[in-house]
């Protein structure tokens, strides 16, 4: 009991000094946060503006302009899905997929992009997303309405650059998040932006003591941008299949290397 | 040793006091115990509960759990190393048909679980055993645990008016991912053993044998870390792979009177009387997003779960033991244990949280590597409750939205009812089920 008795003891005087340190941390984050803030309630608006478009393309049954519409629209929600923990209730009616569901796609309750785009690619077809469409509009409303209110907790703001790489090499790289359209190199393009607009924006506080640790992160971004716009193709992006197995593994490498790295941010910027 | 017509020990509890003389008399042949029912490491092998990781050392072949008793085994003795859930379609379509797979079943686990030489065939003949414990199978501490499903009684109106009345189809909670694939099933065998080889003859035997009757819908296997012995003594839970100690709070399952009202269904549940000493049974398959884990602060992860990483101790006695008590009403702010950390929401440890006390008996389980090309590792829970409303549905509503959930999601799983006990050599699995069921059609 020795043994245990003395590590508590370590564990608590460690929770004491890094408390003040804490709060130290938190005001130099004031305006990074406050500017990440901005940076979300302008992607929000851009994602309410091309919903409202691709909805009513999709409520007009033109099945090629909705699939058009469907991988730009969803680029501003990308970026700021560090954050989608602070709105997980929206974040599930928009953004879910089939497997949050039993019997997947066959569910009724399976609502949201992921629902239109299994119609458009899967049946090529708009009918019965009517109603899954007003209802996407209607969440994405709801979720700029809330942002001015929604408090930014520091530590879930830098926490959430890694939380999104930890989704990317979760769930992502396999190209399961839009089985459907293959679209998912727009939304590692979003994925990728919004997780490096926070590690620009806390990057003053630690670019003396953490010169090396930026400098990995960078160019693990640098990785993924070079894979990326390898496969531009017009505005946008080729289908995920087209990506070879180099790339691929790149991309994964780079990914799985920035979550483990970006995992430590908390810690450097002193955020408990 | 092995003869099964050996005489069965007819105790009640699964944990008698024959069986653990005799579980000690069987380590001690190994050389690891010196058996004096009063020795003090006696005394603290019969106060093992389930959530007690397996000691080194201690597992012998000829371990022996009595399969008779009011209560099936494999609920209330602790845990050995190995264990897997495997769930079943049924065919039986006539009230015979489920009555002769119960017999079926009842002989399989007679068998098994006391052990023998498995019987020579003519060599033109497949073999009667699989032979992958060569030709003397030895129990190994085996328990083969039997349990149905909702749909079971749902799809054959001779058999719905006497379902458990708590017993249903598992819905999904917020954070569920449930595969069709992993999901329900009629029947549901739970089998645990000292060694994973003894896990998988079991199966394949009851697979051989009962195939008339049965189709294997999922499985999932699991294991429980065994640990050197403590240096106190004191018995310690095993820890799942999130690294955290499980069970630290389960309640004694070698209390037989807590085991009672917790575990067992009695009178007073107000179940079937087919029911009385049976169980419910919840199983999930959790995964967990170990990458992701080891890459969450360290500090962090034990407000997650509320505990110390290293013994287990509550946060608001760090210097303490896993089994201390965390004092919520002294830290009504969750200064200590923060208000949404796992431990303080699944039990406040208040007399409210005591009608919701459940007995669980997890495996951690490791798959493989997903599309994403992670580790497929995570949790088999099981738990056993003499309320399934008030037991695990009532403790997930509460945990519903915890901030473990960004590092686990439940991909599978059911709820199944635990049958009655086989009571004497003479009885079978399942009996007083099909003899309420041959009443009502009279």
């Known amino acids: 009991m020795r043994f245990h008795g003395l590590c508590g003891a370590a564990a608590l005087t460690l929770a004491l000094s890094s408390g003040a340190f804490a709060q130290q941390a938190n005001l130099d984050l004031v305006e990074p946060v406050a500017e990440y803030k901005l940076y979300v309630s302008e992607q929000v608006s851009k994602l309410v503006m091309d919903t409202t478009a691709f909805t009513a393309a999709v409520k007009a049954g033109d099945v090629a302009k909705a699939k058009a519409l469907f991988a730009p629209t969803r680029l501003s929600y990308e970026a700021i899905e560090p954050i989608a923990e602070l709105f997980s209730d929206l974040d599930a009616a928009i953004d879910s997929r089939a497997d949050d569901y039993e019997n997947g796609e066959a569910n009724p309750e399976f609502p949201g992009f992921h629902r239109i785009e299994y119609g458009l690619w899967e049946k090529n077809s708009t009918d019965g997303l009517a109603p899954v469409a007003d209802k996407l509009l209607a969440d994405v409303k709801e979720l700029d309405s809330r942002i001015a209110a929604l408090t930014f907790p520091p530590e879930k703001v830098v926490g959430g650059a890694a939380v999104l790489m930890e989704e990317v090499a979760a769930t992502k790289i396999s190209g399961e ?71 691929r593994k790149v991309l994964a490498t780079a990914v799985n290397t920035l979550a483990e790295d970006l995992s430590t941010l908390r810690g450097k910027l002193g955020l408990d | 040793m092995l003869d099964p017509t050996d005489p069965i020990d007819s105790v009640p509890n699964a944990l008698g006091r024959r ?87 009842t002989m399989r686990i007679a068998f098994l679980t006391v052990g023998g030489p498995e019987p020579q065939l003519d060599p033109k003949l497949p073999p009667a055993d699989s032979g992958l414990l060569g030709p003397i199978i030895r129990p190994d501490n085996l328990t083969i645990t039997v349990s149905v499903g909702a749909s079971l009684f749902d799809e054959r109106p001779w058999l719905a008016p006497l379902k458990p009345k708590h017993l249903l189809r598992m819905t999904g909670f917020p954070n569920d991912a449930l595969d069709a694939a992993l999901c329900h099933g009629d029947l549901s065998i739970q089998i645990c053993a000292n060694t994973q080889d003894t896990t998988i003859h079991a199966l394949r035997d009851i697979i051989k044998t009962a195939s008339r009757q049965l189709v294997l819908r999922w499985k999932q296997e699991g294991n429980v870390p065994v640990v050197a012995p403590g240096l106190d003594g004191r018995p310690e839970s095993a820890r799942n792979f999130l690294g955290f100690r499980d069970g630290s709070a389960n309640p004694d399952s070698s209390d037989a009177t807590a085991m009672e009202s917790i575990v067992w269904v009695g009178k007073e549940d107000g179940e079937p009387a087919w029911a009385l000493g049976g169980s419910y049974q919840a199983v999930r398959i959790i995964r967990n997003f170990v990458e992701r884990w080891d890459r969450t602060p360290f500090g962090e992860q034990e407000r997650i779960f509320g505990r110390t990483k290293i013994s287990g101790a509550p946060l608001d006695m760090p210097d303490g033991h ?77 945990l519903n939205h915890e901030p473990l959930e960004e590092y686990i999601k439940p991909i599978g799983g059911g709820y199944f009812y635990t049958l009655p006990g086989i009571r004497d050599a003479g009885d079978h699995l399942g009996s007083a089920l099909v003899t309420a069921a041959r009443g009502a059609s009279r």
């Open chain 2, 322 to 398: 896993e089994s201390d008590v965390p004092d919520y009403a002294a830290d009504p702010e969750g200064k200590k244990t923060p208000l949404d950390a796992h431990i303080r929401l699944a039990n406040a440890r208040d007399s409210a949280a005591a009608r919701n006390l459940i007995l669980r008996r997890p495996f951690n389980y490791s798959n493989g590597v997903t599309k994403s090309g992670q580790l497929d590792q995570g949790l088999l829970f099981i738990a056993y409750q003499a309320n399934l409303e008030s037991g695990f549905i009532a403790v997930q509503n509460k």
């Open chain 1, 177 to 247: 998040e839009d089985r459907y359209s293959h679209t998912d190199l727009w939304d590692f393009r979003g994925n990728f932006d919004g997780a490096r607009k926070i590690v620009d924006l806390v990057r003053p506080l630690i670019a003396k003591k953490e010169a090396k640790f930026l400098k990995t992160v960078d160019a693990n971004f640098a990785q993924v941008d070079g894979i990326l716009s390898k496969y531009k193709k017009g505005d946008g992006y080729v289908t995920y299949d087209k990506l070879t197995e180099a790339d």
């Open chain 2, 19 to 105: 069986y653990l003389l005799k579980g000690l008399g069987a380590a001690a042949l190994g050389g690891a115990l010196v058996v004096d029912g009063t020795s003090a490491a006696a005394t603290e092998i019969a106060h093992r509960s389930v959530a007690d990781a397996p000691i080194d050392g201690t597992a012998s072949p000829n371990d022996r759990v009595p399969y008779l008793g009011v209560h099936q085994a494999g609920v209330v003795n602790p845990r050995p190393a190995n264990g897997m859930l495997a769930s079943f379609s049924v065919r039986a379509e006539t009230l015979d048909a489920l009555e002769d797979l119960f017999k079926t079943l």
